[in-house]
Antibody, heavy 116, light 107 residues
């Protein structure tokens, strides 16, 4: 079964850092462009970042550019999102998701709360 | 950046009703669009990909159409389990962008 499983969320103070992980099973992560998507409490969905199949290209939403980085460890079949200089407005459930092609797959999400 | 304008933002409907949701792209995106259903506390679930292809396992009462800048999601006969929030997503170019969502409520 094709699955994605996020981990690493939690409570962090403003200005702090956190690294999210997304472990894939049932498929090879590096063969697809997998994104991070977030959803603030009571709000809609916001695309955050993606890493290309080759790993040579990364893209970010303007809201996180310069603060977040995305990477992948093929040996662990795992995607990462390094989040630095976190702000209150980064509070959200973060999902990793294979958005293009079939099947489409989403993880269950991990909650990040930025608060003092 | 491509803006996705989704309408309506909410609607009230009865079981058995035909429901149509629209997304308009600020520029042409070919058929690079998906439709998602999200229930409270759950991850989104893709219903339609490439504008009109039904995701495996999704009931046939869901259908998608459109190309270029205008897209629609139709539920032919609304069922109790269909009350949820629906989003469109364009994946034609980065940054990817979602529509604002349509909350489908029980009348």
């Amino acid at each position: 079964e094709v699955q994605l499983l996020e981990s690493g969320g939690g409570l962090v103070q403003p200005g702090g850092s956190l690294r999210l992980s997304c472990a894939a099973s049932g498929f090879t992560l590096s063969n697809y462009a997998v994104s991070w998507v977030r959803q603030a409490p009571g709000k809609g969905l916001e695309w955050v970042s993606v890493i290309s199949v080759s790993g040579g290209s990364t893209y970010f939403a303007d809201s996180v550019k310069g603060r977040f980085t995305i990477s992948r460890d093929s040996s662990k079949n795992t995607l990462y999102l390094q989040m630095n200089n976190l702000r209150a407005e980064d509070t959200a459930v973060y999902y990793c998701a294979k958005l293009v092609g079939s099947p489409g797959v989403w993880g269950q999400g991990t909650l990040v709360t930025v608060s003092s | 950046d491509i803006q996705m304008t989704q309408s309506p933002s909410s609607l009230s409907a009865s079981v058995g009703d035909r429901v149509t949701i629209t997304c308009r792209a600020s520029q042409g995106i070919r058929n690079d669009l998906g439709w998602y259903q999200q229930k409270p506390g759950k991850a989104p679930k893709r219903l339609i990909y490439t504008a009109s292809s039904l995701q495996s396992g999704v009931p046939s009462r869901f259908s998608g159409s459109g190309s270029g800048t205008e897209f629609t999601l139709t539920i032919s006969s609304l069922q109790p389990e269909d009350f949820a929030t629906y989003y469109c997503l364009q994946h034609n170019s980065y940054p990817l962008t979602f529509g604002g969502g349509t909350k489908v409520e029980i009348k």
